[in-house]
């Protein structure tokens, strides 16, 4: 989520995210409130925020919030910094920042999370059919893309979820699944055998494709 309220800089943080795969752009905020109530209707993983804006400054909307998000301050004001980092926030971009200083913030933004993740939950939240499901690691036998969308098979339904399929794979941890093809994620503990070019787990026949099959045969013999 940007919440940013100068237009240019809100443009250039739209142009840097859209060119960053694993970034999804939620909502877009001219000042403090707006972001509020964003951050109570939907889930932020990650937050641009300025520090500089009127009636409440970044610094004091993020102390506001309960559980906030990761957040990576922007502005003008390099003096800001020092603030910035007593509450713990991941980067600190310095305007105008160039795009390699945005993706190597976003980098530790995305480490943060993934690291947090997998040691403190063993589930995932998926947003399907208007509802937020909560689907453990275990229960998922493996990811399937679909265009745009993904369809998550588990043990007892399968959801279509509207993400791509490498925003799931960066959101599960890497230890339990594993892209065995372009359009194929699959979950390590319910392989039952491979066969050819295929994975066997509970009677679904996965391909193993070409640029795939090695690292995921190392994989394999490496954790055996």
């Not at 795009?99 to 589930?123: C, E, Y």
């Not at 230890?175 to 392989?191: C, D, E, G, M, P």
């Not at 070019?197 to 394999?220: C, E, K, S, W």
């Amino acid at each position: 989520m940007i919440v940013e309220d100068e237009p240019a800089s809100q443009e250039i943080l739209k142009l840097y995210i859209s060119d960053v795969p694993l970034l999804k752009l939620a909502a877009t905020c001219n000042n403090a409130m707006e972001a509020n109530e964003q951050v109570r209707l939907q889930s932020i993983e990650l937050m641009f925020l300025d520090i500089t804006m009127p009636k409440i400054s970044g610094l004091d909307f993020y102390r506001s919030l309960t559980n906030p998000p990761c957040v990576i301050f922007t502005t003008a004001y390099p003096e800001y910094a020092v603030n910035g980092f007593e509450v713990n926030a991941v980067d600190y971009l310095v305007k105008p920042f160039p795009f390699d200083r945005f993706l190597k913030a976003v980098n530790k933004a995305q480490d943060l999370i993934q690291s947090t993740a997998s040691t403190t939950s063993d589930f995932v939240l998926l947003q399907a059919d208007k509802k937020t499901h909560k689907v453990n690691y275990g229960d998922i036998l493996f990811l399937e893309a679909m265009g745009d969308y993904v369809k998550v098979h588990t043990h007892e339904k399968t959801l279509v979820v509207h993400h791509t399929l490498q925003k799931l794979q960066d959101q599960l941890p890497a230890r339990k699944f594993f892209r065995v093809h372009k359009s194929y994620l699959v979950s390590l503990q319910h392989i039952e055998y491979l066969e050819g070019n295929m994975v066997i787990l509970h009677n679904q026949q996965i391909p193993i494709g070409q640029t795939y099959r090695n690292d995921f045969l190392a994989m394999l013999h490496k954790n055996k």
